[in-house]
């Protein structure tokens, strides 16, 4: 049986080349669990396993996507059924092991996670590795003690995926949600998902100057790190959290100990690829029923294997906004 994926190889220079090809079920590697792959989505990594040079792939040739939403269609394992709808994200999935741009993909049956009564496929990939890092974020924040009330909370890179989905979980749940941009444009789009402030980035990117400054925000989830991270880390209120996940801003953070010190903020590590099996059942158990799925449209661009190079490009070049979902049949 033939299927369609996104390949990358590497030539003889060291480039690396994305097209769509014709592969064999022999060809996948493997696996208690085979996936008819419905649809997957576009996220920085992806850009970075197309990408020459882009340090996220070890063997070529390889098969990229981070994530996806599929029906089994042929399992080891007495937990996955033919017909069972299930969702994978992290494992290394599209950067170890070949990922969600195939139409099938074998993988390892602890990988998965069923979905939820009320969520298809094509809205999980709408949430995807974006929304349930988003809402292991809002989990952790919880955890150590934000409710709302408090006052605002601050999503950096609110435009992007994390970010989208943030600040629609966090308006949801009764949350004042402020959220960072660098692009007036997207403000109409933000306040339609929950914002009720929007906060021009270059207001929060400013270089630190006082470890600390006025309390303005109960918590923070932060997709963006580096300075940034720094800044908010000194505007918390006592007490307060900020989730980290991304690295865009940078790995290094230019920040002193004092608000830990002084304030007592908690600095908490979000990573969804190596999350244990109950976690991530319990954090799509929570997206089925926290997350406005009405709202997910707007987040939403469809796409195709064909499109995937460019939109890998136009990711790491912080041109896309809220989510791009691939389908795999169309």
């Known amino acids: 049986m033939t299927f369609k994926a996104l390949v990358v190889e590497k030539d003889a220079s060291g480039a690396t080349h994305a097209a769509v090809k014709s592969l064999e079920l022999a060809d996948l590697p493997a696996g208690e669990v085979l996936v008819a792959v419905e649809y997957s989505t576009v996220n920085y990594k992806d850009g970075l396993c197309m990408t020459s040079g882009g340090g996220m792939v070890r063997a070529y040739p390889h098969v990229p996507g981070i994530d996806f939403a599929g029906v089994v269609e042929a399992s080891q394992d007495p937990r996955y059924r033919p017909g069972d709808k299930v969702v994978l994200t992290g494992w290394r999935v599209g950067e170890t092991h070949w990922g969600g741009y195939g139409q099938k993909a074998r993988v390892k049956a602890d990988w998965l996670v069923p979905l939820p009564a009320g969520l298809t496929t094509r809205m999980a990939m709408a949430v995807g590795t974006a929304g349930l890092t988003a809402m292991l974020a809002v989990m952790a924040l919880e955890s150590h003690g934000l409710t709302p009330g408090q006052g605002p909370v601050l999503v950096t890179g609110a435009a992007g995926g994390v970010g989208s989905v943030a600040v629609s979980i966090l308006a949801q749940l009764g949350y004042q949600v402020a959220a960072v941009t660098g692009r007036p444009e997207t403000e109409s789009y933000l306040r339609a998902l929950g914002a009720s402030d929007i906060v021009p980035r270059d207001q929060i990117n400013e270089v630190v100057k006082r470890p600390l400054e006025a309390e303005a925000w109960a918590g923070c989830i932060d997709a963006v790190g580096g300075a940034m991270l720094a800044r908010v880390l000194g505007q918390l209120k006592y007490g307060g959290s900020v989730a980290a996940i991304g690295l865009a801003g940078g790995a290094a953070l230019p920040a002193s100990v ?73």
């Not at 007592?264 to 158990?285: C, E, F, H, M, T």
């Not at 896309?320 to 795999?328: E, F, P």
Request: charged share 20%; net charge neutral.
């Open 258 to 330: 004092i608000p830990f010190l002084l304030r007592g903020v908690n600095l908490l590590g979000i990573d969804s690829v190596l999350q244990p099996y109950a976690k991530r059942q319990a954090a799509w158990a929570r997206i089925a029923t926290d997350l406005p799925l009405d709202k997910l449209e707007s987040m939403v661009t469809m796409a195709t294997l064909d499109d995937l190079p460019r939109l890998g490009a136009a990711i790491l070049a912080g041109q896309v906004q809220g989510r791009c979902v691939i389908d795999l049949n169309a």
